[in-house]
């Protein structure tokens, strides 16, 4: 991999783009102008961007745990797959809290903010970090009350129960609303098992080999035409393939 | 809608201003057929920096001694040619002398264009003669020491250079020696495509047979039916000339410059010369092709593996790819070719076709750089190499990695 | 804010570097006019941005939107009714603006219908036919052009796109195989169908045992390698099931950057301005004439560019929001039933029927957008609408588009979202469940409607947007009606299970359903309930163009951007013929 920075993985947007080569010949206004075919920049792609470095890049160690011990509840071990913390899901929802989706820098987030209705959808001030720093501070909270614990610290069946309280809105957390925190972590959980193992998660393509979803492949022409057959491809990610490796 | 009034009345304006600056009553068809020869010489090239007025100079160029400047050859009296005679113009293009006894480096290619006749180096002065003087001054000789002394040309020339016109063989038909006139002249295919002695002179015995070119393979434009385009048509030379991309190849890298400034604006009977020249070709004894790599073997096997998942959506499995947009790699040419930079390059670092009027799509090869290790670039070009009636080396991942460190360096 | 830098005049300014701007801007350039072309967002190239190896992720593209439009640099406001506040869509969830060249047509899905001979004189020709049936709360109006006036300009759409597809109507003939009930067309479209799935191939021999004509959904995923009309090559498509809401790798999906950009970037009387926002149109002191327009660039800074005439192309909801913010036509009040600029708003209607089977193998990460078939005997007013108490109806069609697994996991309702029983339904059922949509009409009423918000702002401190929007009622009869019919079809195709979901009400931000917007700065024949002439042109201010689905009254059951192109092309057509010969109203009333 190439363009690395502070464990960062891509190369910058002015870099990248090809019409900002232009931005200095175009002195008199500086949006960026295009005149002609853009030349080719040597090595030019915006790739996907994610961490190469370990360690927890947002979490604490303690928050970490906690996220782990919910994502392995979320998505279990049984004989269709390894659980949601061995699939790497916390891992993938600490590095996308600290990219980009973390503080929803893409997003507006102008006030005022007020619930409004349900067809509004998502109103919170709250950035995903906030989300989950003050909910799960709020889980520990709960849990130590009810059962002098952390919440990794219960039984499985017991972290079943408060789940599935949390989803029917049948606790109350300090700070957030149980109902929307859950689902935030329920989404990013399922977004983590499924998306492409360049994020952290979906070790191995387990999910992908589970459902026999093939992955980032491009070419399906000689497939198309081969109506309900299971084609049993070997799936591949955005990283590469097991097949790409040589044998002998 | 004033300002597209305005505009037509300065085209117009424009138009007379040419047709007036030549002096004599055939000036105006001297200085048009000056301008088509300046095309296809492809002046520009060298001697227009792209967005910078016509013929102003400045254009670097990377050579293996260093680096040259293209001079300014507007008519401007201090920094262009406007002190030149035409006997000036006459003796650079002929034996690479300019005034002052002044000896031009091979960057300028005289070595070919001492093969253009007088008359047409005529017509080519009267439409220098008309362009806007610039006043640019370009310091043309970046060489270091002591590539640097135009002295040292003296030697390169009884080395490297033969002068005089182009002879025309009368056993061949008009269209050939057209051909041949501009292929060897003006075209100045060689310059690119006949690989260099160790002083950078032509080995003339391999006329067009590929040469290492700034990071990219000029390929072999021999008859050879292997390594050469033996297995194109004339009809295909043509299209590829005219629109940058024929059923076998895109042009990209310095090519797809060339076809953008030159051969996209030469008249077809002109191409269709170059053509039959090209595939006329006296030499039989093409060296034999290697016998491509067991498919099972493990390099093969791999590098399938890579194909079908990073390169089949454009290229197609059978690698046939799709005329005008992804190059046809079974049986091309740069495929096949000894030296290997070229393709390594563009799997690493990418590279854009050439648009021209009539395929103006201008088609790019992402960069796989970032996605493909040395070993799988390595590996799927082996393969790509020795498939579908390809043969060549393999291809190592240590050439690879060179490639990489070098094109980072730059 | 410092007064804007002024810039040398040109011949054309063109906003917004889509689909319908890049064919106004190379139709144009083409008659020799110094065009430039303003696009908010990046230049997008398909080797750099779309790099093949990388093209297919899902979490960048489905999820975290970024072809999209971020809400950051521009978003609406929405509300259901007048009587409740507007807040700002603070992330994309109905529907996908697009951002850079090429506009949401990169990220589209490339479904390319025309629209029926009917719809341009809609409001017409259901009173003729259904008189004091048409219920009373739709504000359904004419468009002031014709069928024969809109096909050549669907006919060069379509080649510019290279769409595939089977003619159902050859110059009045009905063709076999084709859709029949399709407006006469005067050639057969430029390529084959494309091949089909499993899923789409089962509902077409349903949907034939049970009387209907199903035909190959038009495709601007090209079935073979093509060139255009302006030289320019697509590849064919691979099927790779990363299509709506990506960009295409290999050239196989139609856009302005893959059909018409690198033709026109080329020309030297063109030039693109990207990452430069337009702020304004800018007008004389009569109001009548358009001088140019204010752009702000990536830096912040104001430049003024001069032109003689202005081509508004971008988003529909920028079209209506520059023309408010810039003082074109009056805005429109829904109590008094007064003003041009906002009215007609309209949306689409999705509904869908989902079914899980135990012995079928659809494959569905194969396929993309606009590879399926439908039938459209449930579509407009394609059935007698007497007695049922609502007009329209819907497109019905089964397009397998991928199913990257983030999203497109699906299982029964009911199933828990979670633990060992959420994922033993998942794997059963990722591979053996389809869906047939119904992508219905969507009529205006007086309450819908599009205006300045008075509380949200963008970074230039100019207004959001605000959506006022909820179904009609008459839509959601529709939509009950028709997913019914739907339903009868999915029932005879023997699935475990089915369920239907026909939309209801009320309109939300919550799940995606359609980025067909339409309306808001309508055609019509009328400047008093109409913003643009049949040629696309002010009325009031002859040297401004507005462009795009802003233009529809209202939206029938189809996708609306082979109309968008069409009204491009005719746009473009006007103004070679007409308007520079003689500069001016092209019609005046």
């Known amino acids: 991999m190439t363009d690395k920075s502070k464990g960062f993985t891509r190369r910058q947007i002015l870099v990248s783009s090809a019409a900002s ?144 309280d949390l989803e029917k809105g049948a606790i109350t957390l300090e700070g957030i609303d149980a109902q929307f925190f859950f689902q935030q972590v329920l989404g990013n959980t399922m977004e983590g098992f499924f998306a492409d193992p360049i994020y952290g998660g979906n070790r191995d393509m387990v999910s992908w080999k589970m459902i026999g979803f093939p992955g980032a492949r491009y070419d399906y022409r000689d497939y198309i035409a081969l109506h309900n057959q299971k084609l049993d491809l070997v799936p591949l990610s955005i990283i590469g393939s097991s097949a790409w490796n040589k044998k002998g | 809608m004033k300002t597209t009034l305005s505009l037509c009345a300065g085209l117009l304006a424009l138009s007379l201003g040419t047709a007036n600056a030549a002096s004599g009553g055939d000036s105006y068809n001297l200085v048009q057929k000056g301008r088509y020869l300046a095309t296809l010489g492809d002046c520009t090239a060298c001697h227009t920096q792209p967005g910078k007025p016509l013929f102003a100079g400045g254009v670097s160029i990377d050579t293996p001694f260093g680096k040259l400047v293209g001079a300014n050859i507007t008519p401007d009296p201090e920094t262009g040619i406007g002190g030149w005679s035409f006997e000036d113009f006459q003796n650079v293009m002929s034996k690479g002398h300019a005034p002052g006894d002044k000896r031009l480096y091979g960057a300028m290619p005289y070595t070919a264009y001492t093969k253009v006749s007088r008359e047409d180096n005529q017509a080519i002065w009267a439409y220098l003669q008309t362009v806007q003087p610039v006043h640019n001054p370009v310091e043309t000789n970046l060489l270091p020491f002591p590539f640097n002394l135009r002295s040292s040309l003296i030697a390169w020339n009884l080395l490297n250079f033969e002068e005089g016109e182009f002879k025309p063989d009368a056993k061949k038909s008009e269209q050939w020696n057209r051909g041949a006139y501009l292929v060897q002249g003006l075209g100045h295919c060689g310059t690119c495509h006949t690989p260099k002695s160790l002083t950078g002179g032509d080995k003339n015995d391999a006329f067009l047979a590929g040469a290492d070119l700034q990071g990219w393979v000029a390929p072999n434009i021999t008859a050879d039916p292997h390594a050469g385009i033996g297995a194109w048509s004339v009809e295909e030379i043509v299209q590829y000339l005219k629109t940058g991309a024929n059923r076998f190849d895109i042009a990209s890298g310095p090519m ?38 067991a498919a099972d073997s493990p ?49 690493l670092a990418g590279s854009r076709a050439g648009g021209t009027e009539a395929a103006p799509t201008a088609p790019a090869m992402p960069s796989f750089a970032w996605n493909l290790s040395d070993e799988n670039i390595a590996d799927v070009l082996t393969y790509v190499r020795n498939s579908w009636g390809n043969s060549a080396s393999p291809v190592s991942s240590a050439e690879v990695t060179d490639l990489r460190d070098s094109l980072n360096e730059r | ?33 110094n065009v430039m072309g303003f696009e908010r967002g990046p230049w997008r190239d398909t080797a750099v941005d779309f790099n093949l190896a990388s093209a297919t992720d899902e979490l960048r593209y489905n999820r975290r939107q970024e072809l999209m439009l971020r809400t ?32 949401a047509g990169n990220h589209w899905a490339g479904i390319t219908f025309r629209f029926q001979p009917t719809e341009f004189r809609l409001a017409s020709y259901l009173q003729e036919r259904y008189g004091k049936e048409v219920p009373a709360e739709l504000t359904l109006q004419d468009w002031g052009t014709t069928w024969e006036e809109m096909e050549p300009h669907y006919d060069a759409f379509e080649r510019l796109a290279g769409v595939s597809g089977k003619a159902g109507n050859l110059n009045g003939t009905v063709v076999e195989g084709g859709n029949p009930f399709e407006g006469a067309r005067s050639r057969e479209y430029p390529n084959p169908p494309t091949a089909q799935t499993y899923a789409p191939t089962l509902f077409a021999e349903a949907a034939r045992n049970l009387g209907y004509k199903p035909f190959p959904v038009p495709s601007a995923l090209a079935s073979q390698a093509y060139t255009n009309q302006y030289g320019v090559t697509m590849g064919p498509c691979t099927f790779c099931g990363f299509c709506t809401n990506y960009g295409c790798a290999n050239y196989s999906k139609a856009s302005a950057i893959v059909n018409v950009l690198p033709a026109l970037i080329r020309k030297p009387n063109f030039t693109a301005k990207t990452n430069a926002e337009v702020l304004k149109v800018t007008l004389d002191s009569t109001g009548k004439k358009a001088t140019g327009i204010i752009y702000v660039d990536a830096n912040g800074d104001q430049f003024e560019q001069p032109a003689e005439i202005v081509v508004v192309a971008a988003f529909i909801f920028e079209n209506v929001r520059l023309m408010l913010l810039s003082g074109v036509g009056q805005p429109y009040d829904p109590v008094t039933n007064t003003g041009t600029t906002g009215r007609n708003y309209a949306y689409q209607t999705a509904n869908s029927v989902r079914m899980f089977f135990d012995d079928k193998n659809f494959n569905p990460f194969i ?29 019905t069609r089964v397009t397998p588009i991928g199913a990257a697994p983030i999203d497109s996991r699906p299982v029964p ?22 869906s047939i949509g119904c992508e219905a009409s969507s009529y205006s009423k007086r309450t819908n409607y599009l205006s300045l918000d008075p509380n949200y702002t963008d970074p230039h401190g100019r207004p ?42 009320p309109w939300a931000n919550t799940s995606y359903q359609s980025s067909h917007i339409v309306g808001g700065f309508i055609m019509g024949a009328d400047p008093k309930n109409s913003s643009v002439n049949k040629h696309l042109q002010v009325w009031g201010v002859p040297n401004l163009f507005v462009v795009g689905s802003s233009a529809f009254p209202q939206n029938p059951g189809y996708n609306p951007t082979g109309t968008v192109g069409a009204l491009a092309f005719k746009a473009a057509d006007a103004i070679r013929r007409l308007y520079l010969k003689r500069p001016g109203e092209m019609i005046s009333v």
């Open chain 1, 21 to 164: 080569l232009a931005v200095g010949a175009a002195a008199s206004a500086k949006a960026a102008t295009v005149a002609g075919t853009p030349g080719w920049i040597p090595f030019d792609h915006n790739g996907p961007m994610h961490y190469d470095t370990p360690g927890w890049q947002f979490f604490t160690a303690e928050e970490a745990r906690e996220v782990e011990a919910i994502v392995e509840r979320l998505i279990p071990a049984d004989d269709l797959s390894v659980s949601g913390k061995d699939a790497g899901c916390a891992v993938f929802i600490d590095r996308q809290l600290a990219g980009e989706y973390g503080t929803f820098a893409r997003l507006y987030r102008e006030g005022p903010f007020t619930p409004g209705t349900p067809a509004q959808a998502d109103q919170s001030p709250l950035v995903p970090q906030e989300r989950y720093r003050i909910g799960l501070a709020a889980l520990g909270k709960y849990c130590q009350a009810q059962f002098q614990k952390p919440f990794s610290g219960l039984e499985g069946e017991q972290r079943d129960k408060v789940l599935t």
């Open chain 3, 464 to 505: 959001l947007l605000r959506i006022t929007f909820d179904f009609p009622e008459n839509d959601l009869r529709m939509a009950e009606y028709c997913t019914n019919k739907v339903a009868e079809i999915a029932k005879s195709m023997n699935p475990r299970a089915f369920f239907p979901s026909p939309r209801k009400g």
């Open chain 3, 367 to 395: 396929g993309g957008g606009a590879i399926g078939m439908g039938i459209d005997e449930f579509n407009n007013d394609n059935f007698d609408h007497a007695g049922l108490g609502f007009v329209g109806g819907g497109s």
């Open chain 3, 1 to 33: 804010m410092a007064t804007p830098k002024k810039l040398p005049a040109t011949d054309v300014v063109v906003v917004g570097l889509g689909w319908a701007g890049s064919i106004i801007a190379k139709e144009l350039a083409d008659e020799g006019l």
């Open chain 2, 256 to 293: 797809a410059e060339a076809v953008e400034h030159s051969t996209q604006h030469w008249k077809d009977e002109d191409l269709m010369a170059v053509a039959v020249y090209l595939k006329d070709d006296p030499r039989t004894d093409w060296p034999k092709p290697v016998e491509p790599l």
């Open chain 3, 413 to 434: 309702p009911g199933t828990p979202a979670w633990g060992s029983q959420w994922k033993k339904a998942t794997v059963e059922n990722y591979a053996s469940s389809m």
């Open chain 3, 72 to 103: 950051k640099q521009n978003t609406c406001t929405m509300r259901n009714t007048p009587a409740e506040t507007a807040l700002p869509m603070r992330d994309w969830g109905s529907f996908h603006p697009g951002n850079g060249t090429g506009g």
């Open chain 2, 299 to 347: 390099a093969m096997v791999a590098g399938k593996a890579i194909y079908a998942d990073r390169c089949s959506a454009c290229h197609v499995g059978s690698g046939e790819g799709i005329a005008h947009l992804f190059p046809k790699l079974a049986k091309a040419p740069l495929v096949n070719a000894a030296d290997t930079a070229s393709l390594i390059r563009v799997v």
